[in-house]
């Protein structure tokens, strides 16, 4: 789900065809607190309940950050191989 972000300047909303990097807000998908995000900033997290956005506002997975993968630490496997191999693991140790 993508969080929906309202662009505002001087307290009123941005018409789409004046939208630029203003601060924008939006509310969290999982427990709906309200998350702003300033010029300039990257990825966000919901200070209540840690739900990971990137900077144009989509939701990223709950373990983006706490997963290990094999190709942070090994340079002969891609990352696409690293995110595969590390749900795999996931799945086999789910069982």
């Known amino acids: ?3 929906t972000i309202q ?3 001087n307290g009123k909303p941005i018409p789409n065809d004046e939208l630029d990097h203003a601060n924008s807000e939006g509310s969290c998908d ?3 607190t309200l998350i702003l995000r300033f010029r300039g900033q990257g990825d966000l997290q919901c200070h209540n309940c840690g739900a990971n956005y990137n900077c144009f506002g989509q939701r990223l997975r709950d373990d983006l ?3 290990i993968k094999e190709s942070e630490y090994d340079d002969d496997i891609d990352d696409l191989t690293g995110d595969e191999l590390s ?3 996931q799945e086999a140790y789910d069982d």
Request: some cysteine.
């Open 1 to 3: 789900m993508k969080m």
């Open 7 to 9: 662009q505002f300047r």
């Open 30 to 32: 999982r427990c709906g």
């Open 65 to 67: 950050r706490t997963r």
């Open 87 to 89: 749900y795999l693991r």
